[in-house]
């Protein structure tokens, strides 16, 4: 039975005896090291963390399992947060799951299909607001400070110590830190878990080195590239279209204390990335999970030298969760025939006449 991170990290999360042990079996996520995209950029060890394989297809669940677990404790009867929409997800089937009331606040019109639909499915309910994720998270904020309603955002500081559990996965892995972590960076949380886990792991001596954090944000929201806010940001990277994250500074700490950085990158160069990882290595993420894999590219082609370098990019949600984007970029080739053997046979007599052959 898979544990979940509570009761396998129970050691270095703030569990005390009362502290119900939620769980839907997340974590151990599978840490996969590349076949193609390594060698195409020299690196010997490039790894991808499929956190896509959690539970309700993303990250959000190492957070939500231990948010849910301390708003048990403390006796709430509901939880809220802002989205994009994988905190949405998570938080409605955790809510749901483990009966406490779930309501979800998102950005009309600007959620992934996949994302809606999990809140849906969850019965949590859903309030849509005419406005930016932004917006959003600020009443979220509002109203929490003045009810007695659980806020599960990454604010929430529960979030981060579950989130940081895919820090200890890593090192349990490869035996210690990679040289460097690359991870899209949204609302700044999980670059500040993953930071606090490897340092937490690095002086319990888990671990001999710590790595350099690489963030990357979407060009068109790159608040902390920028130094200030971005009033309207855009991206095709809809999970991390955010112009004022919540943990920014946080975030410099963990980029300057490991000597890492914290850069953009293109819509383009994101679903170039996207597509590589689907074609190459079996990997299909959603857009915004490919910006770690498009942010080495970029460092790469910018001359870092990831050669005798341990490399591990996040991959942080299933590219199920946005069928639209996949159906628009993916260009099928489908050739349609009826059911005699003989259609098969012709249609595929170019491939075998191509000398790649089939079976
Ligand atoms: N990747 C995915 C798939 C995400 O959903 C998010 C954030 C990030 C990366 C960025 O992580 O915010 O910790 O820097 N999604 C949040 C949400 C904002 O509401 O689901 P971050």
Not at 51 to 57: F, H, I, L, R, Y
């Amino acid at each position: 039975m898979q544990k979940g991170i509570l009761e396998t990290y129970r050691a270095f999360l703030p569990i005390e005896e009362s502290t119900p042990m939620v769980s839907m079996g997340e974590g151990n996520t599978p840490l996969v090291k590349s076949v193609q995209l390594g060698k195409m950029l020299g690196c010997e060890e490039l790894y991808f963390k499929l956190e896509g394989c959690n539970p309700t297809g993303s990250f959000k669940d190492r957070g939500m399992a231990m948010a849910v677990a301390k708003a048990l404790e403390s006796g709430s009867k509901a939880i809220m947060c802002a989205s994009t929409g994988n905190t949405s997800a998570s938080a409605a089937a955790y809510g749901g799951r483990f009966s406490i009331s779930t309501v979800v606040v998102v950005p009309k019109g600007r959620i992934a299909a996949g994302k809606v639909t999990q809140a849906m499915a969850h019965s949590a309910r859903i309030i849509m607001v005419d406005g930016s994720f932004d917006q959003a998270l600020s009443l979220v904020r509002n109203f929490t400070d003045q009810h007695p309603i659980t806020l599960v955002n990454s604010i929430n500081p529960y979030r981060l110590e579950g989130q940081k559990t895919g820090a200890f996965e890593i090192v349990d892995d490869l035996g210690d830190s990679p040289d460097y972590l690359f991870i899209p960076t949204g609302n700044a949380g999980n670059i500040t878990a993953y930071w606090k886990g490897f340092k937490e792991y690095h002086q319990a001596e888990m671990s001999r080195s710590l790595p350099k954090m690489m963030g990357f944000q979407a060009q068109g929201a790159a608040p902390i590239v920028l130094g200030h806010p971005v009033e309207d940001p855009k991206t095709v990277a809809s999970a991390i279209r955010i112009g004022n994250p919540a943990n920014w500074t946080a975030a410099l700490s963990a980029r300057d204390d490991s000597g890492g950085v914290i850069d953009k990158v293109s819509d383009d160069e994101i679903l170039e990335a996207y597509e590589l990882l689907a074609s190459c290595e079996g990997i299909f993420c959603e857009p915004a999970s490919a910006a770690s894999f498009a942010g080495l590219r970029k460092l790469h082609a910018e001359g870092l030298d990831v050669s005798c370098r341990r490399v591990v990019c996040i991959i942080t949600g299933t590219g199920l969760k946005d069928p639209d984007t996949a159906v628009e970029r993916f260009i099928p080739e489908i050739t349609e025939i009826g059911a005699d053997p003989k259609d098969l046979e012709a249609a595929l007599q170019s491939i075998s006449e191509g000398g790649e052959g089939i079976g």
